[in-house]
């Protein structure tokens, strides 16, 4: 087992999962796994902001096996967003993490169906920024309702600004 806090495992287990992987989308699963663990979250995804067509879409998503996340998560996949839709779309519009207690009560939550079906309820989101640059949105979801302590939203800065600075330099390399 390693040493330290939760929050020090998860950034680690962040750490370790970009520098091991060649792509945001490979890196992912590994992240979202360790950050929903740390947390006692059920489910959580990624999405990248699509330059050209001014949308998010989603490149990975994780949830412990054995949940009935399968058409929440074929629908996440297959979702595009615009800025200020949903909750990846308001955190992108807005460059501020976001929370919705109940995401089957949530007027702008175009999921809310399927999340419904799984379960789900509590979303917490956060923008993968770069200065005032959004590159991409982290989300995650829980069964139960849960509201964001002052540890998670700094803990959750901090993983969000590694990233960024992974996606920074990979798109460097791209172009």
């Known amino acids: 087992m390693e040493e330290g806090s939760p929050q020090q495992q998860v950034l680690y287990a962040t750490a370790r999962a970009l520098a091991e992987s060649e792509t945001l989308e490979e890196a992912a699963p590994r992240m979202l796994r360790a950050i929903c663990d740390a947390l006692g979250w059920q489910y959580g995804a990624i999405w990248e902001v699509d330059r050209a067509r001014n949308v998010l879409r989603c490149v990975a998503t994780w949830h412990p096996a054995g949940l009935p996340f399968d058409a929440f998560e074929k629908a996440t996949m297959e979702t595009r967003l615009a800025p200020g839709i949903g909750l990846p779309g308001r955190v992108w519009a ?36 770069q200065g005032s640059n959004v590159l991409g949105v982290m989300e995650f979801f829980s069964r139960d309702i849960l509201a964001p302590t002052s540890n998670l939203l700094a803990m959750m800065n901090t993983i969000t600004s590694q990233i960024a600075l992974y996606v920074q330099r990979k798109w460097a390399g791209e172009e």
């Open 94 to 129: 807005s460059q501020e993490a976001a929370w919705i207690p109940d995401v089957t009560r949530d007027a702008n939550f175009p999921r809310a169906p399927f999340a419904e079906r799984a379960g789900l309820h509590s979303a917490f989101g956060l923008p993968i920024a």
